[in-house]
């Protein structure tokens, strides 16, 4: 996840920084995007107690929400395909389960200790049909 991190950020900042098209700028923020959930894996596996950890799954999950709907932008701008409504509709969708994911304990609310050292948190209903 570190690792991820770090070089997912990277290439956002070389596409940024020599971007000319709107496609380049979407690129660079699924770049982001997979930076921060890659990060926040990195730190979610690094949580010592069960509450630690279900606060940063949650957190590791909001730039989650985004991977899939910023990817399927990126491919309809490389591609030129006009989906606005489909975007507009994904981007809704995505915000939506924010509040659940951060706010609520329907989302992520226990862990399972694994491999005696990782808490990983276990499916709930909510995260089923997310």
Same mark, same amino acid.
């Given at each position: 996840?570190?690792? @991820?991190?770090? @070089?997912? @950020? @990277?290439?956002?900042?070389f596409v940024l920084a020599y971007s000319k098209e709107k496609v380049h700028r979407i690129w660079a923020l699924f770049n982001i995007v997979v930076a921060l959930w890659g990060?926040?894996?990195? =730190? /979610?596996?690094?949580?010592?107690?069960?509450? /630690?950890? *279900?606060?940063?799954?949650k957190l590791t999950y909001l730039p989650c929400t985004? *991977?899939?709907i910023v990817f %399927?932008?990126? *491919?309809? /701008?490389?591609?030129?395909l006009k989906r606005n409504k489909i975007f507009r509709f994904? %981007? *809704?969708?995505? =915000?939506?389960?924010?509040?659940?994911?951060?706010? /609520?304990? =329907?989302?992520?609310?226990s862990t399972i200790y694994v491999f005696n050292s990782i808490h990983y948190h276990k499916a709930t209903l909510l995260f089923t049909i997310y």
């Amino acid at each position: 996840g570190l690792s @991820l991190g770090i @070089l997912c @950020l @990277l290439l956002a900042f070389f596409v940024l920084a020599y971007s000319k098209e709107k496609v380049h700028r979407i690129w660079a923020l699924f770049n982001i995007v997979v930076a921060l959930w890659g990060l926040g894996t990195c =730190f /979610s596996g690094m949580a010592t107690t069960s509450e /630690s950890a *279900i606060s940063r799954w949650k957190l590791t999950y909001l730039p989650c929400t985004f *991977i899939a709907i910023v990817f %399927y932008h990126l *491919i309809c /701008s490389f591609c030129n395909l006009k989906r606005n409504k489909i975007f507009r509709f994904a %981007y *809704i969708q995505g =915000f939506i389960f924010l509040p659940f994911i951060i706010l /609520s304990d =329907f989302f992520v609310n226990s862990t399972i200790y694994v491999f005696n050292s990782i808490h990983y948190h276990k499916a709930t209903l909510l995260f089923t049909i997310y």
